[in-house]
């Protein structure tokens, strides 16, 4: 009996044999075969979207689960002391000492920190792409300048200067009234600080990518530099923006949680999962679920953006393909 190679080759369609052609696959198909059999990132991916319905119909699942709303509150849900109450089958997740249900915050938290994640790393990430591509590209003293802004910005504690800003801004806003206390404080944050990541990865392939042959047709047929950089050498860019991004996302988070924590980042009542882990901190013996639950919520979504950062890394590197 007689074995073909197709059979005795993994995946052996991908492969040539007499008399069949060469199926060829798109990029997208390619990233797509490769992404889908690294199940931890999948699994991550399906986490994160359910984060996003969750935030999406955030009241819609607090009616459903038959929870007050995340400023609602019961003193009668403390004890005779003024401790609040566990755990229970009105209350899954348990009651802060204000009497607000801990589950209801917790889901509405999520809100928060995806418009953190995403929008802050968004406006980042633009402003990123832009300097790197302008810096690799043009070189000399442009590059000169936004390479030691770039170190400049990256010298900045951004601890102490989301604390400085969010003082700052904590009363009226900051540039008149533009930037406003809380969630707009903390993307204007972001925007300011970690910009600088991206831009630094782009400026490196920029200034690899700026000698290819491509480029150099392009300007042979009289391409303006503008048209260079933004049709022939950003689309190569993609794949590492959208990687980087992504792994992005889980420190803005995490920004703004410690920004929270702190008393800088969102205000009460709006529910966010720092500023909740902030007030459990002195009843954390007496009401260990106020402080446990928001904490399982974060380390949860941090978790996940990591994992898909790493799988999709993997799937657009076309030199890890399997």
Known sequence: MNIGA???LPGGLDFPVAGQ??????????FWRRFRQDRVALASLAFIVLLVAVALAAP?????????????????????????????????????????????????GTRVSLEVGLLGTAVATLI???VGVLAGFYRGFLDTLLSRLI???LSIPILLL???IGAACAVRGCVGGTIQPGLGVII???ALANWTYVARIVRGLVLSLREREFVQAARALGASDARIMFREILPNLVAPIIVYSTLLIPLNILLEAALSFLGVGIRPPTASWGQMIAAATPIFNTAWWYMTFPGIALLLTVLAFNLLGDGLQDALNPRTAR
């Open 6 to 8: 197709a059979e005795l």
């Open 162 to 164: 989301g604390l400085g």
């Open 188 to 190: 204007f944050l972001i």
């Open 60 to 108: 819609l699942i607090v009616a459903l689960l038959g929870l007050p709303g995340p400023s609602v509150q019961n003193p009668n849900l403390t004890d005779q002391f003024g401790s609040p109450l566990g755990p229970s089958l009105a209350h899954p997740f348990g009651v802060d000492q204000l009497g607000q249900d801990v589950a209801s915050r917790v889901i509405y």
């Open 151 to 153: 170190d400049v910005v």
């Open 21 to 30: 052609g060469i199926a060829a696959r798109s990029p997208l198909q390619l």
């Open 128 to 130: 990123g792409v832009i």
